[in-house]
């Protein structure tokens, strides 16, 4: 598998994370708790930050070699660019609802559920496409010397949230992950228990 390939797994895999994050303070905010609007926030500005300058880059570049080596392919998986606007829009979206409800403007509690939940679903969707679709049939159309074209053109930059060296603005973020992480992992010993 190119290198490539795992780093953008592996981004996906934090993605999935924080989309876990968003789900739960969905889940708060529907119960007519207080979500933790500080954490949506750092949510929304780390999908503008690093998916925006450096993952999706990395997927239009491997889309682009496709393009050239696999048409059929490529048209199979349909239009990389297009979905990641797509994206951006509800990610807008969902940073002006959390806006509005921070600014206290009147605004629809249904909107903001459908903001979030749009954002997430819309996400999940694209992960999986790209891993069912657009992943498999890079490696197979691909030659090394695309490969090595695209690791030459790459951004080197850190994910400044899944790293060892987590961006000051990420801290919390990261913590509540870790924390989310820890307690998912306790309840199901605990349940192994109950059922042993």
């Known amino acids: ?5 795992d780093i953008l797994l592996e981004e996906h895999q934090n993605i999935e994370k ?13 119960r007519s708790e207080r979500a933790d609007y500080e954490i949506l926030q750092t949510i ?12 999706h880059p990395k997927e239009e570049m491997i889309f682009e070699k496709l393009k050239a080596r696999d048409p059929a392919a490529a048209k199979r998986f349909g239009d990389v660019e297009g979905d990641h606007e797509i994206e951006a829009k509800r990610l807008r979206s969902f940073a002006r ?3 509005a409800v921070l600014a206290d403007q009147e605004f629809l509690r249904e909107n903001f559920h459908m903001a979030v939940h749009d954002f997430v679903d819309h996400q999940r969707h694209h992960l999986e496409k790209e891993e069912r679709l657009l992943f498999p049939a890079a490696v197979k159309a691909l030659r090394p010397e695309d490969w090595a074209e695209i690791d030459a053109r790459l951004d ?3 994910d400044p949230l899944f790293n060892s060296v987590v961006e000051e603005k990420f801290h919390d973020l990261q913590k509540t992950i ?4 820890q307690e998912t992992e306790e309840s199901r010993v605990a349940m192994a228990q109950i059922q042993h």
């Open 1 to 5: 598998m190119p290198k490539i390939i």
């Open 18 to 30: 924080l989309l876990l994050v968003l789900e739960h303070e969905l889940q708060v905010f529907d």
């Open 178 to 181: 870790l924390r989310w992480e």
């Open 97 to 99: 609802a959390v806006d």
């Open 44 to 55: 929304i500005q780390y999908f503008q930050d690093y998916p925006a300058s450096c993952h």
């Open 156 to 158: 080197d930059r850190k």
